[in-house]
């Protein structure tokens, strides 16, 4: 039977590489009945919203979704529409793997890293005041007076929440995920030397957690900065990350480095019951309509959807026929060669179109 799954195309380079993931997706053989709804630019010209409703019911209904990256414009008081779907969906853990294939243009080797990212708090619940605005002057002296302490009063005010419930969970989600996946560490990474009642929290919370895991899975501690640059000294000597929101985003970004680029960088948002698949990178909207982007990230996020569909050998099919690809040489995208104008770099659907033939060939 055809598994149900919602298709979010996207705006910028999304509808192209969602394409070419889902040309590879059928070439696995696993059947899947998509249902394609419209979120972003292309929905704001044809409903008037960025983020209709409909998307919403889609995705809770079909339980997965294939989703491709959608354009925020910086600094207009417009919320991502990527954002206010994890949060509506309570799509609480973002899980971004960081594998190197061999074959990449990358100063290190056999990395296999995952990222496990809260995805609900943090900076990112979206509550801001804006500087100059009389509530923004009002909570300022509020502060002051609860604090003790001074804030210039032209300073605008981000909030940063995050729970002992979802920090719990996000924790709980690391462990478990790495029990499923057989990974032997997570570590839990923070700045509660500065940040006492929030990342302190997260912490406390990930201690608790981790006790009810010990013997099985090793956990181990590291303040952010430090991970910084540990990751980039010695990325070998971790397995699992579990992190606050925003420390979640920036170093998902840095492994995505390690590993050769946000071209090849896959990644899933899950929730209890519910999971969207999407890659790290964004909508690169100076390559829209090119032909020229790199689709393995978007692949790759299909291949832990069909892990997830639990189509297990089409997933393992799949990630085996880009990493063959990959280290051919030949039929990669601009982005993995060491000159950027290569004259043989392929397009977007020819390294697509490499991928299936590899998979004909299994
Ligand atoms: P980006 O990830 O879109 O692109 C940054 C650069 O990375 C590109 O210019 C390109 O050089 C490279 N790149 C990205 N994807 C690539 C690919 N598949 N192949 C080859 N090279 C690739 O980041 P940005 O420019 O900061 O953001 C553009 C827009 O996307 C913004 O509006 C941002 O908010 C949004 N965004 C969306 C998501 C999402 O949908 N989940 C994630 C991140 C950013």
Known sequence: MAHKVTLIPGDGIGPEIILAAKRCVAATGVKIDWEEVVAGSDALATT?????????DSVKKNK?????????????GFRSVNVAIRQALDL????????TYPGVKSNYKDIDLV???????????????EEGLDETKALIKEIENLSKKNIRSDSGISIKPISKFASKRIVKFAFEYALKHN?????????????????????RAGREVAQEYAGRVNF?????????????????NYDVLVL???????????CAGLI?????????????????????????????????????????SAALMLDYLNEKKAALALEDAVKAVISEGTNLTYDFKANPKDPLAVGTQEMADAIIKKLNQS
Do not use: W
């Open 48 to 56: 008037g919203e960025l983020l209709p409703q409909a998307v919403l």
């Open 115 to 129: 990222i496990v990212r809260e995805n609900s708090e943090d900076l990112y619940a979206g509550i801001e005041f």
């Open 260 to 300: 050769g680029g946000l071209g090849i960088a896959p990644g899933a948002n899950i929730g209890d019951g519910l999971a969207v698949f999407e890659a790290v990178h964004g909508s690169a909207p100076k390559y829209k309509g090119l032909n020229k982007v790199n689709p393995t990230a978007m692949i790759l």
């Open 64 to 76: 997965v979704a294939l989703k491709g990256p959608i354009i925020t414009p910086i600094g207009e």
């Open 183 to 203: 990974r032997k560490k997570v570590t839990i990474v923070h700045k509660a030397n500065i940040m006492k009642f929030t990342d302190g929290l997260f912490l």
């Open 92 to 99: 609480y853990a973002c899980v971004r793997p960081a594998k």
């Open 244 to 254: 606050p929101n925003l420390y979640g985003d920036i170093l998902s970004d840095l």
């Open 220 to 236: 181990e501690e590291a303040i952010v900065d430090n991970m910084c640059m540990q990751l980039v000294s010695k990325p070998h």
